[in-house]
């Protein structure tokens, strides 16, 4: 029988913030002693003067193609419409006319539950680059030049997602709903930050960009990001998702593994698997 993963009682940082107690709780099952440091916090927009735009324009019918990148972002628009608009019923009846593109199965979900069916669902990962091949696989059914295509955004602009759009000669809206912002308690950041700076976390999780950027930027608040990017050098540095990847790779961080699947259980699995062989390598006798 082979023998169960186990992190052997090292530290292990997780940043997630919604499902923080899940992921640590994941932690313990493998034997790791989690540090709960959530990141960030979505925040509506100080004003939502585009999406009610977006919500009067989609009623009549003035697009060709709807993006929605996030369920939550989702099912947040649906509640701005129907809370500030009282539009909820022609919203949802136009919705249905209009072709709609989703990157993953949360905003299927959310559409779902009102009736309505997205035409095209990105496969697994769920990366806007799948959305962008899938769209290219039903080019003769919906060209993209010319076409008026809304996108749903979520936290901060996608801006490959944007120029690969551009590029095959849509006529974007960008359709801001939620952003992210750094939790109102940062101490449990600091404290990851001066735990990364001091030696005491041997693994780290990151399961979206905005965990690495707020990390970086904490650290650049206590004067202490130079510490904490030597302090990556120093652990297994496991992250989910190409987004995620790509942001860690563009701040110099390398990455010790992706999972399998991305899934925060095969993360968490895999990281276990492995993490006992590879920190030795990375943490040399004579450092």
Known sequence: ?????????????????????????????????????????????????????????????????????????????????DTVRGQRDPFIAALKRIPIAVRGPKPTTVLREIGVTPWLQAPEPNTWRELMTALDQQSDQMPLRARRVAVQEYGAPNPELLQALHERGALLTRVPIY????????EPLRQACRSLVDGGVDVVLLTTATQVTHLLQVAGQMGLEEGVRAGFGRVMVASIGPTTSETLRAEGIAIDMEPSHPKMGFLVREAAERAPALLPAKRPASA
């Open 1 to 81: 029988m082979a023998q169960h993963p186990n992190f052997g009682g090292l530290s292990v940082l997780v940043l997630e913030s919604r499902r923080a107690k899940e992921l640590a709780s994941i932690v313990e099952s493998y034997g790791g002693r989690p540090i709960i440091a959530p990141s960030m916090r979505e925040i509506p927009l100080e004003t939502n003067t585009e999406a009610l735009a977006f919500a009067d324009a989609v009623i009549r019918l003035e697009f060709d193609l709807i993006v929605l990148l996030t369920g939550v972002g989702t099912r947040a628009l649906l509640d701005l419409v």
């Open 179 to 186: 952003q992210w912002a750094l939790p109102e308690d940062v």
